[in-house]
């Protein structure tokens, strides 16, 4: 297999963090392409030469009906078959924020390949909705890694990112949804104190800010039971460089950012 992946960043009309996304996987090594989702529809086996497929964030279709609905209705429909082989073979799924939107709302999340194509009559169990506070809400967060078998995780225990998010709430029809997802070690990242020595799923929701959003179990981050798929709502494509960390002159922060090492991880796992 070649050492240098091939990225397929998918946006869609209203998708804005495509070029920095698209750069971050670059910076590591590997080779992305931005490819324009009614794009895609026209020539949906396109999908098949690429090694990593990732959503990015933004507002696709302008949230309308939703944060990621309208995209998502896209992956399930034209798109599902090449979906499905991607998810089946050896690749990987990153999607960040709206992306993290469509990949829940697609189905594609929580179960992966298992579970696709989802059933027309199966309701979804868990979405991202609307922030407790009610608002757009835009601060860094500090988030600790549960999944450390997910692909994209490999060696990270904590890390601060930024969000920038009106829909970030993860909710659930039933506790035994979150059950599940904990014994399948799908819980990625959760929201958490800074300092704190370890991450634990805690049904207690830490207050404003700490989980910016009120989220079950303050979850940041979802995997698929594979661990070749993630969906985030922090972005870990803008904090590549230490100068982008808001205190990084008072930190005496150098050199790269820590949210490089999700994408460098992606790219390792093609070496
Ligand atoms: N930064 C983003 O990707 C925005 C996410 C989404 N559209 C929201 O506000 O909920």
Redesign the pocket.
Known sequence: MSTSPKVCVLRAPGTN?DIETAHAFDLCGAESTRIHLLKLLEKPAQLNDYQILCLP???SYG?DVG?GIIFASHLQGQLGEVIGNFLAADKLVLG???GF?VLLKSGILPGGAASWPPKADQPRDATLTWNNNGK?TSLWVNLGVLAKENVFLKDIDQIELPI?????RIAVSDPSVIENWQANSQIAMCYRETGEAETTIQEEILPYPVNPNGSACNIAALGDPSGRVLGLMP?PERYLFATQHPQWTRLGLEGEGAGIQLFRNAVNYFA
């Open positions: 963090c964030g933004g507002f949230d944060a960040i924020c709206n939107q757009y920038a998010h009106a829909e970030g972005h």
